[in-house]
């Protein structure tokens, strides 16, 4: 060989393996970790059924990957700056207007990937926004305004099960539902405040009611009581009045008796008889009287008193 045919042996064979290597690497398409990926091909413009999740995957020169999320996506209508979506405006089933911020988290289901491709393209995610919204109206309106305070939990988990099975046929599967806020329109709100008052107005009222019995029974108790009041102080009257008499009754009979004995005992004492104990009695007596004056061995004397 001559040195010319040699160099166009080492051109041909380093352009060979420059374009083994660049045959290789361009068959080579990979994915990242949280994504998942169907793959297109470009010379006949078809797509295959084949989920293929991250990493680095031999597909030939022609076919390239389309990526999607692999994980879970949250979907968020409120008004928080993040949020995509505005807070929905439902009505509920007694026709008020409440406003309520949600968010959900759903995620493609790999099997259906090709079919969500060959729907929706990859303007999927407007066709859940539209889903979701449209099957979170609907769950409202089967509650009225007040079970949005009641039982929020249920309607949560109706809310959830619905999202689910709308979502279900554009190939995703949700996972999880949250309650942001509820807000109520300013008419309900007023409604409610109406209510209340009215309320409060009626249990004024039957307050002022019974006010006015209780009112009515205390002057009835402290009449009676007054009325006992008086028939008590007439007993106690009649009753003191009784004991005092019986008590100077028996003081009275005492003296008497203590007298008696007394007298039992002069008698005793200085041998009287009947005469000389009246006698006696008589002078006693006299002796009794401050002023009395008794003179001795005047018998049957007229006495004259100057005054
Ligand atoms: C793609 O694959 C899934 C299961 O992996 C199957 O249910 C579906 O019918 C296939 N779609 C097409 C268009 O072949
Ligand atoms: C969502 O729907 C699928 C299919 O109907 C079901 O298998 C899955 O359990 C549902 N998930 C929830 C959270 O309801
Ligand atoms: C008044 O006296 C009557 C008879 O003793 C009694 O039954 C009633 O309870 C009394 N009333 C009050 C308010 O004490
Ligand atoms: C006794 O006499 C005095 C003065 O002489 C007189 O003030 C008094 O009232 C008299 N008492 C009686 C019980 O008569």
């Known amino acids: 060989m001559s040195e010319g045919q040699v160099k166009c042996l080492g051109t041909v064979a380093v352009a060979v393996v420059v374009c083994v290597g ?33 990493g680095a995957h031999f597909v030939g020169p022609f076919s390239s990957f389309i990526n999607f999320p692999g994980g879970y996506e949250t979907v968020e209508f409120s008004s928080a700056a993040n949020a995509e979506n505005d807070p929905i405006s439902v009505r509920t089933s007694d026709g008020n207007s409440i406003e ?6 759903y995620a493609i289901i790999r099997e259906k990937l090709s079919y969500l491709y060959s729907k929706f393209n990859k303007n999927y995610l407007s066709v859940f926004v539209d889903m979701a919204r449209d099957s979170l109206l609907k769950t409202a309106a089967m509650y009225s305004a007040n079970e949005f305070w009641g039982i929020r939990e249920k309607i949560s988990i109706e809310m959830l ?16 539902f949250q309650f942001l806020k509820v807000d109520i329109s300013s008419d309900y709100e007023k409604k409610i405040v109406e209510t209340q008052v009215e309320k409060q107005l009626s249990n004024t009222e039957v307050y002022k009611n019974e006010a006015a ?25 009649a009753e003191s009045y009784y004991i005092v008499q019986v008590a100077e009754g028996a003081a009275k009979k005492r003296m008497i008796d203590v007298e008696a004995e007394i007298y039992k005992l002069t008698i ?25 004056t008794y003179v001795v061995g005047m018998t049957d004397a007229v006495i004259q008193i100057k005054t």
């Open 22 to 54: 660049a045959y290789i690497y361009g068959s080579y398409a990979s994915l990242e970790p949280r994504e998942i990926g169907i793959l297109y091909n470009s010379i006949d413009k078809t797509v295959e059924n084949t989920t293929y999740t991250g």
């Open 100 to 105: 309520i911020s949600v968010s959900f988290q």
């Open 161 to 176: 099960k619905n999202l689910n099975s709308s979502l279900y046929e554009a190939s995703a599967s949700v996972v999880n």
């Open 213 to 237: 019995l209780i009112r009515q029974s205390i002057e009835i108790l402290s009449s009676e009581c007054n009325q006992n009041i008086t028939s008590i102080n007439a007993e106690a009257e």
């Open 268 to 292: 005793q004492e200085l041998q009287f008889k009947t005469k000389e104990m009246n006698e006696y009695i008589f002078l006693r007596s006299i002796e009794n009287q401050p002023n009395a």
